[in-house]
C-alpha cells in the first residue's frame, strides 16, 4: 500500500514538473507590459518638452518684438511654424499629427512641406 502512494506521488511529482514548462510565463509579460509603458512615458514626455519648447520661444519672441511691427512678428512666427512644420515631418510624423501638433490644417501642413520641397 505504501508502496502504491510513494509511486503516485512520484508520478504525480513528474506530472507537475512537465506542466510547469507548459504554463505561461506572467513575469514575462509584467516585463514586457512594463517595458511598453516606460517607452510610452518617454514618448510622451519627450513630445511634451518639444511642445513646452515651442511655446516658449513663441512667448520669447512675443516679447522680444515690440507690438507696432506686427509683420515682422508674423513672418517670424511664420518661417518658426515653417520650422516645426518640417521637423516633425523628418520624425516620421503623419500630415495628420502635425497638424495636431502646429494647430493647423491638414491642407495647410501639405501646403507648407510643398513650399519646403521646392
Not at 18 to 45: R, V, W, Y
Not at 84 to 102: C, N, P
Amino acid at each position: 500500500m505504501m508502496e502504491y502512494i510513494m509511486i503516485g506521488l512520484i508520478v504525480f511529482s513528474i506530472f507537475l514538473f512537465f506542466i510547469s514548462f507548459l504554463a505561461k510565463d506572467n513575469i514575462k509579460q509584467m516585463e514586457e507590459q512594463l517595458d511598453h509603458l516606460t517607452l510610452s512615458f518617454a514618448q510622451e514626455s519627450y513630445q511634451l518638452k518639444k511642445r513646452l519648447q515651442v511655446l516658449e520661444e513663441e512667448l520669447l519672441i512675443h516679447h522680444e518684438n515690440p507690438t507696432h511691427i506686427a509683420s515682422a512678428h508674423d513672418s517670424d512666427r511664420s518661417t518658426l511654424t515653417k520650422n516645426r512644420v518640417f521637423t516633425l515631418y523628418k520624425q516620421g510624423l503623419s500630415y495628420e499629427q502635425i497638424a495636431r501638433e502646429t494647430a493647423l490644417t491638414t491642407e495647410e501642413v501639405r501646403m507648407i512641406l510643398r513650399g519646403l520641397a521646392r
